[in-house]
Each structure stands twice: as structure tokens, then as C-alpha cells.
């Protein structure tokens, strides 16, 4: 599966007409945590954006066209939504779905370029990870981590997914978690 045909799924064609939208927005920020910190203070839970994605994805979820990769039991789905075009600035639409109550990791991975990441909880209580490790555990909002970056993608609390962009599509899983991390300036 790589990309959804939003001919046949018309929610994932409003999904990628708001995501077009939101990316018109943010195209000219660097993923990172200046980019986190926008997007929870001005495009959180509330915002218009947030909103759409939120209601879009849970509604994509139940028709059966998001997150259908099983990667563990159940636990850890991926599925690509839209390969990088044109038409989304090529910023590919992923989306992960997590089921786990207590802290969970998925598989590790670099992204070279960065990730903007939406959090979407579909029990209250589920909070995904973002950077640094321990210490920015996100609710119903955003993380953002830098270009070249990498962690275990970590959940907790429940069931939740997490919508991403990535800059060209690009994403490694052939990193040492040992490699150090880039260096910020
Ligand atoms: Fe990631």
C-alpha cells in the first residue's frame, strides 16, 4: 500500500485538501522545536486544522483506510496516505495508530529532512513522544523533531494515532540508536 486513491475515499481527499491547506501554512518553518512550539501555541486542539484532521482520521479509521499496516499484533499500524506530490509541497501523509497502555516503542528510525507530527488521541488519556527522550511526552497536539533526528516512535496510555509529514517522503530504519544526534546551531 503507498497512498490512499482519494478518488474512491473522498474523506482522505478532504484530508488532502486540508492538509495542502495547513502545508501552505508551515512550508517556509524548519521541522524542530521552535516548529513544536508554534504549532501547539497557534494550531492545537481548537484550531481549525487540528479539528479537520482530528475528525478526518477517526472517521478514515472507522471506513478502514488509515493506519492499515500491521506491524505488531494489532498494537503498531502504519500506512502511507500520500506519496510526496505536488500536490502536498511533497510532504508525504503518513498515519501510525498505537494501542498500548503502558509505554510502547515502534520501530527506530531517522528522518532525514524532519517530521511535523499531529497527536491524535483516541482515548483521553494517550500520549505520544516526541524529543528529547523522557521529557516531552504530548497529548492532542504536535511535536515537530529536526532534520536528521531519531528515536523509537514511544506511546503510552491507550489508543491513539499519529498523522505525520515528511519532507520528501524521507524516512531511514537503518540507523544505530547509538549514532549521536545532529547538531543544532
Ligand atoms: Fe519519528
Known amino acids: 500500500m503507498d497512498g490512499i486513491d482519494t478518488t474512491t475515499h473522498t474523506t482522505a481527499g478532504k484530508l488532502a485538501t486540508r492538509s495542502l491547506e495547513f502545508l501552505k501554512e508551515v512550508k517556509d518553518f524548519t521541522p ?18 487540528y479539528e479537520d484532521f482530528r475528525r478526518l482520521l477517526k472517521q478514515g479509521f ?9 506491524l505488531d499484533n494489532g498494537k503498531y499500524r502504519r500506512g502511507r496516505i500520500q506519496l510526496p506530490l505536488p500536490e502536498n509541497l511533497y510532504m508525504s501523509l503518513t498515519c501510525v495508530y498505537f494501542d498500548s497502555e503502558a509505554e510502547y516503542a515502534g520501530q527506530y528510525h531517522k528522518h532525514p529532512y524532519g517530521e511535523i507530527n499531529c497527536v491524535i488521541p483516541i482515548n483521553p488519556t494517550f500520549q505520544l513522544e516526541g524529543l528529547p527522550v523522557g521529557e516531552n511526552w504530548r497529548g492532542a497536539g504536535w511535536t515537530s523533531l529536526g532534520p536528521g533526528t531519531h528515536h523509537y516512535p514511544r506511546s503510552r496510555g491507550g489508543k491513539g494515532l499519529a498523522f505525520f509529514f515528511l519532507p520528501s517522503g524521507r524516512i531511514a530504519y537503518d540507523v544505530d540508536p547509538a549514532d549521536p544526534q545532529p547538531i543544532s546551531v
Open 62 to 70: 472507522e471506513e478502514g483506510w488509515v493506519a492499515t499496516g500491521d
Open 32 to 49: 524542530g522545536k521552535a516548529l513544536e512550539e508554534r504549532l501547539n501555541r497557534d494550531y492545537g486542539p481548537g484550531n481549525p486544522y
